[in-house]
């Protein structure tokens, strides 16, 4: 197994990706579930989170680009996979070749794929803008023709028709809206063929209130973290996979009125014992995090001064052992709260972690690999 030199990791539970995808499996047994893996599996590692989501019954991935998808074909991954973004013209051969499919958002580009020299077939999902106004076409006869357009190109198969929804975690007045203009912009089409209709992100499918459709797009939710967990209540358990831990490397007493770290921004108000935690805004860990708490034995102690580069100081409230270790994400400190203090969302927290910090995987309680990406 790869060894790290460092005193900075993240903690994958593999088991919780299991536990996630059987909860939501059972919430929606008849659906194909897509497991959204881009940016890395949203920092958790892509081709480890995949392999695990499809043994416990994920049956296609979704991914960014073409470069992400590639990887986990690489890593020999063989279920069906979904570039969610926009797919550079000159790069569809190279999907194709990897039976890697696309998403075909635009009239222009739809235009000149059908008229591409293909020699191998390329799948493509007709992506509609339902009203997020991110990709997507968005008039009833847009949708008609290009659908059209690409159901008569003999080198593509439509594979997918699908939409995105803005508000799922925020406004069921919108997201209603949305899913009814979806409905009328596909209602003409002839689907039989069409192997998955779906439009639901993680915060709409914990709502199950949608049946019309035969896939779903997990993202948050593979990682255990419901969206928002007052605006979408649910019955049963998300379990979380990730932590983010250290451990003190230095532990010291300092003065009343004593300054800490650039800037000299905190002041001690008295006699006070800080410690020093590898970890820094290059691991994704940023200066908005000052003034925030980490965990350590138990308690919530104050990040104290600027974050710095590679590290950070806290305020102990007595003494502790040097190594002792330290929580940033975890328990007693869930991601959803660390983004709320920081006034962001947990995605971006995750993802934001880099690939300085390495990733432990563990599963039936044992670490099972550890993944250095930057080092590799
Ligand atoms: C990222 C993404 C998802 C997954 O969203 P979650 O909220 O993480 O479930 C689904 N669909 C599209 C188009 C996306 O870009």
């Not at 080198?155 to 997918?160: Q, S």
């Not at 049963?236 to 770290?261: C, H, M, R, T, Y």
Request: glycine share 8%.
């Amino acid at each position: 197994m790869q060894e790290y030199y460092r005193d900075t990791w993240a903690e994958i539970d593999l088991d919780a990706i299991t536990h996630n995808v059987k909860q939501i499996k059972d919430l929606h047994p008849t659906k194909e579930i897509f497991a959204v893996v881009k940016a890395n599996g949203y920092g958790h590692g892509d081709a480890e989170v995949s392999k695990v989501a499809i043994e416990a019954g994920v049956s296609c991935l979704a991914v960014s680009g073409l470069d992400e998808a590639l990887r986990l074909r690489n890593s020999g991954i063989e279920v069906p996979i979904l570039v969610l973004g926009m797919t550079r013209l000159k790069d569809v051969p190279l999907a194709a070749e990897n039976n890697i499919s696309l998403t075909a958002h635009d009239e222009m580009w739809i235009e000149h794929l059908v008229s591409l020299p293909l020699t191998t077939p390329v799948k493509v999902h007709l992506k509609i803008d339902s009203g997020m106004h991110r990709l997507g076409l968005m008039t009833e006869e847009q949708v008609q023709k290009n659908f059209n357009r690409l159901k008569m190109a003999p080198m593509v198969e439509v594979e997918g028709v699908f939409t995105h929804m803005a508000t799922a975690d925020s406004d069921k007045e919108y997201l209603g809206h949305q899913i009814e203009t979806f409905k009328h912009l596909i209602a003409s089409l002839d689907l039989s063929d069409v192997k998955y209709v779906h439009l639901e992100n993680t915060a709409t499918l914990l709502q199950k209130e949608f049946d019309f459709d035969h896939g779903i797009r997990l993202g948050l939710g593979l990682y255990g973290i419901n969206p928002d967990k007052e605006f979408i209540p649910i019955e049963f358990e998300l379990k979380p996979a990730l932590k983010l831990l250290s451990n003190l490397v230095q532990v010291k007493k300092i003065k009343k009125g004593d300054k800490v770290g650039y800037g000299a921004t905190y002041e001690a108000q008295e006699d006070e014992w800080i410690g020093v935690v590898p970890i820094g805004y290059a691991d994704g860990w940023t200066r908005s995090h000052q003034g925030r708490h980490v965990i350590v034995n138990g308690y919530e102690c104050e990040i104290i001064g600027r974050v710095c580069m590679d590290q950070m100081m806290i305020r102990l409230p007595k003494q502790f052992p040097m190594g002792t270790e330290v929580t940033l994400i975890g328990d007693g400190m869930p991601v959803e709260r660390v983004a709320a203090e920081v006034g962001t969302i947990s995605y971006e927290i995750l993802c934001l972690i880099s690939d300085r910090v390495p990733r432990v995987y563990k599963q039936g309680g044992k670490i099972i690999a550890v993944k250095k990406m930057r080092f590799e």
